[in-house]
């Protein structure tokens, strides 16, 4: 198995920062991949960000120039730096992983951001 454990999330101003981290462990060892989602109440789920092996990254439009999403390190973990924040961002963030297995996901952590 997989797991991902999410943590980092909290309760900000507008215009604040916040950085994410998502830990791997199981049995995949360093992942070559890793994107966010969010979903807020009453919202669909939506892909926040998305990192891939080789470099590259990808950003919904709502956040670029906001958040940067880095490749996943030698402790297998990944992070989701977000700045300037608005209340807009507010939601639960997941953290997941393509496996050989299908798509693991973390349990996500909450972000709320007053205006």
């Known amino acids: 198995q997989v797991h991902l454990v999410e943590s980092g999330g909290g309760l900000v101003q507008a215009g604040e920062s916040l950085r994410l981290s998502c830990v791997v462990s199981?049995?995949?060892?360093?992942?070559?991949?890793m994107a966010w989602y969010r979903q807020a109440p009453g919202k669909e789920r939506e892909l926040v960000a998305s990192?891939?092996?080789?470099?590259?990254?990808d950003y919904a439009d709502s956040v670029r120039g906001r958040f940067t999403v880095s490749r996943v390190n030698a402790k297998n973990t990944g992070f989701l730096q977000m700045n300037s924040l608005i209340p807009e961002d507010t939601a639960l963030y997941f953290c997941t992983v393509k496996t050989p297995w299908g798509q693991a996901w973390g349990q996500g952590t909450q972000v709320t951001v007053s205006s």
């Open positions: 990192w891939t092996f080789g470099g590259s990254s």
């Open positions: 199981g049995r995949l060892g360093i992942a070559n991949n």
